[in-house]
């Protein structure tokens, strides 16, 4: 007979404030065995790239955060951090700010996280609505992304198992079931990461919503291998995301041309050009974080760089839209041009479309290109030549 969730979430909060339970969550579970303690570094590994994957964050959502093992991570990739868990002996052992919920029933309005991050849930639920319910709830705290995981029926450990007949209160899944209740629940995946493919029923997961509240993000530009995003965050902050991305072995070639293999990727180039812009005392967007993921071979597959949002339309779009610039503006970009080639800087891509227009005068963005050197003047003639052509361009030379 099917019982409902919090049924089966009132079974699995007496197991887990049990005595001794909690203590051995805290403590041997993860750390007395030579497997305990490389599974909880392989299942470390995956989480962090989610995280990383899924961009900047503001606000995650642990649930459940059993004695809190995730914790440490979480709380380098999100200033804030919100720990529940139903068991009250599993929370006595989580330091920081926590509360007691369950996951049927979160008490957080929709859209409040960033990330709704549930380890170790999902496999406690016999029943496909069960699993259903609880990703649609954590889909509905979210603004965007979901990280989880499932017990996948047809690894070796899954296997030994049914041969033992052995009655277990974990209840492993295909892959297609769970894509399949991932949809119902308004999600789609983005990405696995088995933590042992073949071997080991855990498979870690990074899924995203299929239609997400209006105003949580923005697609400002999108091509094949690139896209930039203004995201809202859930503390309220926005930021520009750009990202460039390559699935396809020919496009990181591409990419490995323009010495990106084992070298910096353009979203870590761009990352340092403008902190080091800024701290020559050229005005640029102020550059936030970014993260890389290569493939085995060292090939950038995948990358961002995130920047603080703005409001000011680059120069090129100014034009388009039927204003022209001031005086003042065209002369205060002139001299910016100087003081970038009297920095050393060969910037490589003084184009309207990487200046904005602001009411302090111009701000520089993309300088994933520019070269540092010592100051010449064949860096000033080159910086020049490039910029007097972009004036011409459009007319205001």
């Known amino acids: ?114 990330v709704a991050f549930s380890f170790r849930l999902l496999h406690h639920f016999r029943e496909s609505f069960q699993r259903s319910e609880a990703l649609a709830e954590l889909a509905r705290v979210s603004r965007r992304w979901v990280i989880g995981t499932y017990f996948d029926r047809d690894s070796f450990q899954a296997l030994r198992h049914r041969m033992r007949g052995k009655k277990r209160n974990r209840f492993p899944q295909s892959k297609q079931s769970f894509h399949n209740e991932a949809e119902l629940a308004g999600l789609k995946v ?121 409001d000011s339309p680059d120069l090129e779009a100014y034009l388009h839209s039927g204003r022209k610039p001031s005086k003042n503006f065209i002369q205060a970009l002139e001299e910016s041009v100087a003081e970038i080639s009297n920095a050393g800087v060969l910037y490589r891509g003084l184009l309207a479309r990487n200046v904005l227009v602001t009411d302090e005068g111009p701000v520089w963005l993309d300088p994933a290109k520019a070269v540092f050197a010592k100051q010449s003047q064949s860096i000033t003639s080159a910086n020049e030549k490039e910029f007097r052509k972009e004036l011409w361009r459009l007319g205001l030379a």
């Not at 805290?26 to 392989?42: D, F, I, S, V």
């Not at 004695?67 to 709380?75: A, I, P, S």
């Not at 995203?208 to 503390?235: H, M, P, W, Y």
């Not at 930021?239 to 990106?260: G, S």
């Open 190 to 310: 983005v990405e696995e990461s088995y933590v042992a493919r073949g071997v080991s029923e855990q498979v870690v997961v990074l899924l995203e919503k299929t239609e997400c509240s209006q105003g949580v993000f923005e697609v400002i530009k999108k091509t094949e291998t690139s896209s930039v995003e203004c995201r809202n965050l859930a503390d309220g902050c926005s930021v520009f995301v750009k990202r460039y991305t390559f699935p396809k072995m020919l496009r990181r070639l591409e990419a490995a041309f323009r010495h990106t293999w084992r070298g910096p990727s353009r979203a870590e180039r761009e990352f340092f050009n403008l902190q080091r812009l800024r701290e020559a005392g050229i005005p640029t967007v102020r550059p936030l974080s970014f993260w890389v993921k290569r493939d085995s071979l060292g090939f950038v597959r995948d990358s961002w760089v995130a920047t603080e949002a703005h």
């Open 1 to 114: 007979m099917s019982s409902s969730i919090r049924d089966r979430e009132d079974v699995l909060r007496k197991e887990y404030d049990a005595d001794g339970v909690a203590e051995n969550y805290a403590g041997p579970r993860w750390e007395g065995t030579q497997h305990a303690r490389r599974t909880h570094r392989l299942e470390h590994t995956a989480v962090k790239h989610f995280l990383e994957a899924s961009g900047p964050l503001s606000v995650v959502l642990d649930l459940p955060c059993g004695t809190g093992r995730f914790g440490r991570l979480l709380k380098l990739h999100s200033p804030k951090v919100l720990q529940m868990d139903q068991s009250a002996a599993m929370l006595g052992k989580v330091s920081g700010p926590r509360g007691q919920a369950a996951v049927s029933k979160i008490p957080l309005a929709s859209d409040s996280v960033d």
